[in-house]
């Protein structure tokens, strides 16, 4: 059974930094993409950024483009999500999750995904 473990939310202020990881264990994740997402308190679950596991080819949403950066270490098992320039706006709760893939190019929506982590709190003050 594939688990998802995410860690390294908190508080911190804005233009600040912070690094979420994500302990992925339970097979191995050769073809699958590798998301984070995060939802606001009354909004639906967002796309921030994915991962190819294979070739490492990412993709992001706009609001996060510049600012955030996703990677993926094969030996640890880990998704890392790398997020600097933080806003207020990007107080959220994030959330790891693994697409088995074959579902077009993008591989962004919260559909796409099979398996999802239980979520890191993120607040930035302003």
């Known amino acids: 059974q594939v688990q998802l473990v995410e860690s390294g939310g908190g508080l911190v202020q804005a233009g600040g930094s912070l690094r979420l990881s994500c302990a992925a264990s339970?097979?191995?994740?050769?073809?699958?993409?590798m998301g984070w997402f995060r939802q606001a308190p009354g909004k639906e679950r967002d796309f921030v950024a994915r991962?190819?596991?294979?070739?490492?080819?990412?993709y992001y949403a706009d609001s996060v483009k510049g600012r955030f950066t996703i990677s993926r270490d094969k030996g640890k098992n880990t998704v890392n999500l790398q997020m600097n320039s933080l806003r207020p706006e990007d107080t959220a709760v994030y959330y790891c999750?693994?697409?088995?893939?074959?579902?077009?190019?993008?591989?962004?929506?919260?559909?796409?995904?099979?398996?999802w982590g239980q979520g890191t709190q993120v607040t930035v003050s302003s």
């Open positions: 339970g097979r191995t994740f050769s073809g699958y993409f």
């Open positions: 991962i190819s596991w294979n070739d490492g080819n990412t």
């Open positions: 999750a693994a697409s088995l893939g074959g579902r077009g190019l993008l591989v962004h929506r919260p559909r796409d995904y099979d398996y």
